[in-house]
Nanobody
Framework: QVLLLESGGGLVQAGGSLRLSCVAS????????MGWFRQAPGKEREFVAA????????DYADSVKGRFTISRDNAKNTVALQMNKLKPEDTAVYYC????????????????WGQGTQVTVSS
């Protein structure tokens, strides 16, 4: 059974930082591209960041480019999202996702999803 478990969410003031982590189990982690998505209240889930199997390739939504950094540790089956210069509009539930192809991450075509972690940015 595949399990993606996110952690690191919380409440932070605008301009602050948070680091999200996602631990994967039940799948050959290094064979999967990984992604982060978010869903704000009343809005659809949207792409945030992607990282290829090896970690060489990354992709970001324009809204977070230059502020967020995605990384992975294949030895620990983890993917992280470092979020800096947070804005109130970053408030959302953040989801970790696993994809068999890097090209499928941005579209949200995932093989597995985590349960999400809440990030709230106060102004």
């Amino acid at each position: 059974q595949v399990l993606l478990l996110e952690s690191g969410g919380g409440l932070v003031q605008a301009g602050g930082s948070l680091r999200l982590s996602c631990v994967a189990s039940g799948l050959p982690f290094s064979n999967y591209a990984m992604g982060w998505f978010r869903q704000a209240p009343g809005k659809e889930r949207e792409f945030v960041a992607a990282i290829s199997m090896s970690g060489v390739l990354t992709d970001y939504a324009d809204s977070v480019k230059g502020r967020f950094t995605i990384s992975r540790d294949n030895a620990k089956n983890t993917v992280a999202l470092q979020m800096n210069k947070l804005k109130p509009e970053d408030t959302a539930v953040y989801y970790c996702s696993a994809h068999r192809a890097y090209g499928r991450v941005r579209s949200g075509n995932a093989d597995s999803w985590g349960q999400g972690t809440q990030v709230t940015v106060s102004s």
